[in-house]
Structure formats: structure tokens, C-alpha cells
């Protein structure tokens, strides 16, 4: 309603108790291309759909490593994210020089969410306009998270998640499939994030080895990426899987169409 | 750490000292009656070691722990060995102490010297390369690695890190390479190095059988397995002579197909 008057400030409460522009950083995050997470009582996998300018230049990088046991899915804006990343990459190696082990994913994202907050109360400076999905082993009860932040500063755990543009998709696909996830294989896992990212392609474009990545750590498993040629073969599996399933789809209405009959006799 | 103090002067300042003439010491007015050179003004004076015979005393931030390295460059690998004693003066800390650090699956760090000062190397060592591997995505190659070690010890050119490391890795067109360094970052490309407490006794040793100097016999590259059977006896003719060198050898083979330790016992006296 008082959108325009109390929005050019972050230090300024509009009258129904918002940060404008906290929430206009937040619309940030959802332009940008989408990113999913999932995780499985041992694994934790990222997939996000790369996003290139033009025919002519590459796709821009969404999944960055942090630690060894440490990745990030980044959606909005990339340089901020990057920024995030060097950050956390320095909190990381900084922790294990310190208290020689590496840095539990909980207490980072303490610290990344506390950042987020501070640039949202003061007026010298402005809220990341990125959201983050972290994924991360827990170095001492070898148990496997999934995080988000938003540029609030809010900070929350998911079984599954996914973020920027057109997610929504993905993240129907998720809420019915997450149960499935804990005791999934990593193979399955990545098809589960692969297929939740189908939905997240806009129009004629589909995804491809070039435009998608995906991005996996685990128990006893570093931080790897899936680009490129790596990635074909899930790929080719999932067609697979979406082609069977469109058989079976299909097997399906026809028994339908046959018992039709029969229920309008009686 | 060990004080290590200027060895008292031999000629006492003053010939009524607390060591001589012992019954002189009750005797208040003994140091005066020697004494041409205006020391203890008053009578009675308790000296206590220092004032007789001055003598520096100094912290000594180092301490040398012993050991020795060794590394040798292959036509398609390297070998990288060290003993496994830590000591420090005439007393054993440790029979099982590696002094050889993984640094990319291509390189090993050995390091001898004052093993704080090693493990703090090792540790900034670790940081960098890591932070390379996020900025570059990629492990960064065994010459690079070698430049980097050599900088990082100049940082330090006035306050330097007492560690005498060899290098030892597999270059990027797959052959052996080899870099021995001192410890404030001088670095050099060789085919042959050894440093610590017994490289007196491995080098020209090395320097005949492995790089075939002063030899009149054709030279002939040496198989991996040949150059660890070298090595091995090295060690035992270092261990002999060398107290610091003993208990335990730690031999790393280092091949495009990765890296391979075995150990070998040597005489723990």
C-alpha cells in the first residue's frame, strides 16, 4: 500500500512493518535461474540450471565449492555471491588452521546469516541481493544438511528446496517426493534433483549438459561437480525414466477407456 | 628450548670470586683487596654468577629436532624419503614422527628442522593451496607448488621458518622433479638432494651411485624399485654415524598413478 514512500531506505519501517527493500532484494533472488537441493540421510545434492546471455557467450557458473565437505547453489546476483563465497571459503580454512578440523556447516551458517543481517541495519550499506542454498556434511555426526539464506538474514534448514525463477515447479515435484529422499542412492538423488529442475526451464529450452550442473557431496564423498559430458549420463537416464513413465501414463487411460463402458451400463 | 648462553669468559674479572679462595667469602674485605676494577663498591657483596663473569643469555626461539630428508628425481617418478626420529639434544621425542607432508596427490613436502616451525609451514601451505584450487579450479602443478614453497619462506626472510625442506613431485610433462631448498627460500631444480642432520653423510653418497658423478662407468637410468633399494642403505650408513637419524625410514614413491609409502626399520639406537 505505502510501497513507494518508505522504500528507498533499508533503515525504513514502512507502516505495515515491513523492510521494503529487504523484500525487493529478495526479488532479486527470484529472478535468478533456478537452483534445487536435496538430501538423503548421507548425501546432499545441488542442481541449478546455468543461465547464459547469448548463443555466443558461456553459461554462468551456480554451484561453487567451498570446503570439502561444503558446497553452495547460488540464484540472483552472481557478484554478490561470490563475494558470499570468498567469505565462507576464508571461514572454513580459518577454522581449520584454528581448531585444526574442518568448520561444522551449522556454526557457518550461523555466521553467514548473521552477515546477511547486518546489512539490513544500516543505511551504509545494502542487503546481498543472493540467496543461497548450502549443502553440507556435518564433520562430526557424518550427517548430511541442507540450508538456505535469504538476503533477511533468515536462515533455515530443508529436506529439500529450491530457489529462483519458475521454481515453484520444483518445489511441488519436491513436497511430494522428499518422504522418498533419506534413504535414496546418490544415483537416484541426482535424478530426483535433475527431474525437479526440468520443471524450472522456461518455454521451448530444455535441459541440456550445457546448461545443466550438478553438484553432490556426502559422508564419504567430497564435494564433486556433474558438467558437461559428466552429465549426460544421468540425463540420458531420466529421458529414460520420463519415457517409461509416459508408457506406463498411457497404459493407464487406455485400461481407463476400456472400464468406461462398463461403469455407464450399470 | 634450550638456553643458549656465551660460554663464561676464562679469565675471572675478579680473583676473590665465589669458586676460588674459599675463605675469602667471609671475608668482607677480600674482593677489595684484588679488585683493580671498580667492582663491588661495597662491602659484602653477594655475587651471583653474573656480575664475575658476565655472560649473554639469550631465548633461543629455535630448537633442532633432527632427522633427515632425502629425494630423488626418476625419469617418470620421484622418491621421497625421510627417518622417523624426532628428538631434541639427546633425547627421543618420538620413533614414529612423519616428516613427509601430501601436499596435491603429484607432490610431497619432507622438512626437517624445528618441527613447530615445519608444521606451521605446512599448515600455510595447506591454506594456499587450497585457496588456489577455489580461485582456479584446478590442483595446482609441482613446479607451482615448488615456487610458491620458495616465496613462502622469504616472507619470513628475517624471522625465518627453521625448516630444510626437500620437494619432491611429478612435473606436468609426467617426469620426476626434484627441488631442495634452504630456509629462507632459496630454491633450485635438481636431480638429487638430501638435507637435515645426515645430509653430510647421503649426498656424496647420492651424488656417485644416483647422479654418477666421479664415476667412470656408463650411466644408466635407474629403475624406481633400484633407486628405493639405494635409499634404503643410505639411510642405514646415515643412521649409523648420525645420532639424530634412526628408528624408522619413510620412503614415498611418487608416479602419475599416484603415491606409494612403505616403511622400513632401521636401528633404534
Known sequence: MFRNQYDTDVTVWSPEGRLLQVEYAMESVKQGSACVGVRSNTHVVLGALKRSVSELSSHQKKLLEIDDHIGIGIAGLTADARSLAKYMRNECLNHKYVFGAPITPALLMGDLADKHQRTTQTYVRRPFGVGLLVAGIDPQFQTAHLYQTCPSGNMYEFYASAIGARSQSARTYLEKHYESFTEASLDDLIIHALQALVGCVSGDDELTKENGSIAFLGKDQKFTMLEGDALQPYLDRLELKNAEEEKDDDDDEEEKEGDAPQAMET | ?269
Request: net charge negative; aromatic share 10%.
Open chain 2, 1 to 269: 628450548m634450550y638456553d643458549s648462553a656465551m660460554p663464561p669468559r676464562s679469565k675471572p674479572l675478579r680473583s676473590g670470586g665465589f669458586n676460588k679462595n674459599t675463605s675469602s667469602i667471609f671475608d668482607p674485605l677480600a674482593g677489595q683487596i684484588h679488585n683493580s676494577e671498580g667492582y663491588g663498591a661495597t662491602l659484602g657483596k653477594i655475587d651471583h654468577g653474573v656480575t664475575e663473569n658476565p655472560y649473554e643469555r639469550r631465548f633461543s626461539p629455535y630448537d633442532f629436532n633432527g632427522g633427515t630428508c632425502v629425494a630423488i628425481a626418476g625419469s617418470d617418478y620421484a622418491v621421497i624419503a625421510a627417518d622417523t626420529r624426532l628428538s631434541s639434544g639427546y633425547e627421543i621425542l618420538s620413533r614414529d614422527m612423519s616428516k613427509l607432508h601430501t601436499l596435491t596427490d603429484k607432490c610431497i613436502l619432507g622438512s626437517a628442522g624445528c618441527k613447530t616451525d615445519v608444521d606451521q609451514l605446512r599448515s600455510v601451505l595447506d591454506i594456499k593451496m587450497k585457496m588456489y584450487h577455489h580461485n582456479h579450479r584446478k590442483t595446482m602443478t609441482t613446479p607451482a607448488v615448488a615456487q610458491m614453497l620458495g616465496n613462502t619462506l622469504y616472507y619470513k626472510r628475517f624471522f625465518p621458518y627453521y625448516a630444510f625442506n626437500v620437494f619432491g613431485g611429478i612435473d606436468e610433462e609426467g617426469k620426476g622433479a626434484v627441488y631442495s631448498y634452504d630456509a629462507i627460500g632459496s630454491f633450485e631444480r635438481t636431480p638429487v638432494t638430501a638435507t637435515g642432520s645426515g645430509q653430510a653423510y647421503i649426498i656424496p653418497l647420492l651424488d656417485n651411485v644416483i647422479a654418477h658423478r666421479n664415476r667412470l662407468d656408463e650411466k644408466r637410468d635407474l629403475l624406481k624399485e633400484e633407486v628405493v633399494e639405494i635409499v634404503k642403505d643410505a639411510f642405514i650408513s646415515c643412521g649409523e654415524r648420525d645420532i639424530y637419524t634412526g628408528d624408522k625410514v619413510e620412503i614415498a614413491v611418487i608416479t602419475k598413478d599416484g603415491i606409494e609409502k612403505t616403511y622400513f626399520d632401521l636401528k633404534a639406537d
